[in-house]
């Protein structure tokens, strides 16, 4: 598991990268802040649901404020997922240093 900063994940958005931004946060937290085209999958569902990701695609792993997504991206790559990224900060790093429009919580 490799960490990426936010401004890389923004990066990736703007660039289009082809990869799939999986959101472990709750349903809740989703509702009050998100990224576009985020597939959510909340960590306690997360080991359940594996077979819905493809161990091929590479993954960055956003949580609120980056431990979540670094406990997911072990998952992960403990399951056989070879390109995965936990996003340092989360979220609220994310919408402190990129994208201010983001509600914070």
């Not at 490799?2 to 959101?23: N, P, Y």
């Not at 472990?24 to 009050?32: D, F, G, I, N």
């Given at each position: 598991?490799?960490?990426?900063?936010?401004?890389?994940?923004?990066?990736?958005?703007?660039?289009?990268?082809?990869?799939?931004?999986?959101?472990?946060?709750?349903?809740?937290?989703?509702?009050?802040?998100?990224l576009p085209n985020a597939v959510h999958m909340p960590l306690a569902e997360l080991a359940a649901r594996l077979p819905e990701l493809d161990s091929h695609a590479e993954i960055a792993v956003l949580c609120h404020s980056g431990n979540r997504s670094a406990f997911a991206a072990e998952l992960l790559t403990r399951s056989g997922f070879r390109n995965v990224y936990s996003v340092a900060g989360g979220i609220d790093a994310y919408a402190e240093r990129v994208d201010s429009t983001l509600p914070r919580y």
């Open positions: 598991m490799t960490e990426i900063s936010v401004e890389e994940l923004a990066r990736w958005r703007t660039d289009g990268k082809a990869f799939v931004l999986l959101d472990v946060r709750t349903p809740r937290e989703v509702a009050l802040a998100s």
